[in-house]
């Protein structure tokens, strides 16, 4: 808001050549209009989808999920058969070296980590609701969540199309997009990177499940393990 267009141009006219006058009312008013300025876009700047650095930290301490994770260490140890980290590469794990670090996300992952939380404050319980949550999270990557109630206090997610990347990895594993009833276990599963395949299923044909020799076999990920991380 412009203090000249919205207040100074109501000055009388005996007034208006008085500089004294103009800058003190100037001075005065400037604060306030300040404010009001900042108050206009308060909820644009706030708003889950346009929130960026710390407007996006200040909407995680409300939903309580912080930016900053722990994520398993892969690019360091030597691992065979591994680009980067192999014969000459990678250096030996010593007892007492760390499996994880913290790390930062960044802001475009983060907001998808926010609005998963949101989503699961509003989780109705359902199988399809619980897919929405993980299209909002990995949709944009072509990635497909296939969930399934194992009738025994457990359930399984699938996702196909997800970079098998440490830091998914330790979303998943962490809980930080959990959605399931209280007391019910939960095993996810890792499969191909490329969107298109799809998961194995016994006498099943969607756009997410195959029988054999087209159906993929998934990577157990261990969730909530015998560590801090979760590994």
């Given at each position: 808001?412009?203090?000249?267009?919205?207040?100074?141009?109501?000055?009388?006219?005996?007034?208006?050549?008085?500089?004294?006058?103009?800058?003190?009312?100037?001075?005065?008013?400037?604060?306030?209009?300040?404010?009001?300025?900042?108050?206009?876009?308060?909820?644009?700047?706030?708003?889950?989808?346009?929130?960026?650095?710390?407007?996006l930290?200040?909407?995680g301490?409300?939903?309580?999920?912080?930016?900053?994770?722990?994520?398993?260490?892969?690019?360091?140890?030597?691992?065979?058969?591994?680009?980067?980290?192999?014969?000459?590469?990678?250096?030996w794990?010593?007892?007492?070296?760390?499996?994880?670090?913290?790390?930062?996300?960044?802001?475009?992952?983060?907001?998808r980590?926010?609005?998963?939380?949101?989503?699961?404050?509003?989780?109705?319980?359902?199988?399809?609701?619980a897919?929405?949550?993980?299209?909002?999270?990995?949709?944009?990557?072509?990635?497909?969540?296939?969930?399934?109630?194992?009738?025994?206090?457990?359930?399984?997610?699938?996702?196909?199309?997800?970079?098998?990347?440490?830091?998914?990895?330790?979303?998943?594993?962490?809980?930080?997009?959990?959605?399931?009833?209280?007391?019910?276990?939960?095993?996810?599963?890792?499969?191909?990177?490329?969107?298109?395949?799809?998961?194995?299923?016994?006498?099943?044909?969607?756009?997410?499940?195959?029988?054999?020799d087209?159906?993929?076999?998934?990577?157990?990920?261990?969730?909530?393990?015998?560590?801090?991380?979760?590994?």
């Open positions: 808001m412009s203090i000249e267009s919205k207040y100074l141009n109501l000055i009388t006219s005996q007034h208006r050549d008085k500089s004294n006058y103009i800058q003190t009312v100037t001075e005065l008013l400037r604060p306030l209009a300040d404010v009001f300025e900042m108050a206009i876009y308060f909820d644009d700047d706030f708003d889950i989808d346009n929130a960026v650095g710390a407007q930290d200040i909407l301490d409300i939903l309580d999920r912080s930016r900053y994770l722990y994520v398993e260490i892969t690019d360091r140890y030597f691992t065979w058969n591994a680009e980067g980290v192999g014969w000459e590469q990678g250096v794990k010593e007892v007492d070296d760390p499996i994880a670090e913290i790390r930062s996300l960044e802001d475009e992952l983060y907001r980590v926010l609005k998963a939380k949101v989503m699961s404050n509003h989780w109705d319980g359902t199988i399809d609701n897919r929405a949550l993980y299209d909002v999270v990995f949709g944009d990557l072509g990635a497909k969540a296939v969930i399934q109630d194992n009738l025994d206090m457990s359930m399984t997610v699938g996702l196909v199309g997800l970079p098998n990347t440490a830091v998914h990895r330790s979303l998943l594993a962490l809980g930080h997009l959990f959605v399931k009833p209280a007391g019910v276990r939960i095993n996810y599963y890792l499969y191909s990177e490329n969107p298109e395949e799809k998961l194995f299923a016994w006498d099943a044909e969607s756009d997410r499940l195959a029988g054999w087209e159906g993929h076999w998934g990577i157990e990920l261990k969730v909530q393990g015998g560590n801090e991380y979760g590994y």
